[in-house]
């Protein structure tokens, strides 16, 4: 049976944030039985991403952070400003790393490699804060 839960990240500013310790806490249900199937996690807001990356070393997830902020610079001048100079700016970001990100499961658990963790990719510098003073949004899909 297909399986789904939607459920709040702890929050954080802007940055890459290892998420897979509460990915996998939210979705432990989900995942137990699942011999052989795919999870897809979708962040449900359009000023952060999902990606999987190094989870070691945590210059990777500086450099990131670094190298999008050069890419997609807060200095152009961005009309949609709404919610702040980062607003376009972090929309922008999270069309190009996207907002989901898909992983095989085996015998329950989900197939990474040995460096390899999921990321939060949060691009605005006030987190994005949530109603209630909580986190990002997600959802999990589990398809056996």
């Not at 137990?32 to 210059?59: Q, R, W």
């Not at 997830?61 to 700016?89: C, K, N, Q, Y």
């Not at 907002?99 to 015998?107: A, D, G, L, Q, R």
């Amino acid at each position: 049976m297909p399986w789904q839960k939607t459920f709040a990240l702890p929050e954080c500013g802007k940055g890459m944030h290892l998420i897979q310790r509460e990915v996998l806490q939210a979705c432990q249900d989900g995942l137990k039985d699942i011999k052989i199937g795919i999870f897809t996690l979708s962040c449900l807001h359009t000023s952060a991403g999902l990606t999987v990356n190094e989870n070691f070393d945590p210059a990777v997830r500086r450099d990131m952070d670094m190298a999008l902020d050069r890419i997609v610079p807060e200095s152009f001048p961005w009309e949609h400003t709404d919610e702040g100079p980062d607003d376009s700016v972090s929309h922008l970001k999270t069309s190009i790393v996207g907002n989901s990100v898909t992983i095989p499961i085996s015998n329950g658990r989900l197939v990474l490699g040995q460096w390899q963790s999921i990321y939060l990719c949060e691009f605005r510098e006030s987190g994005g804060f949530g109603q209630n003073g909580q986190g990002r949004k997600v959802v999990a899909t589990i398809l056996p």
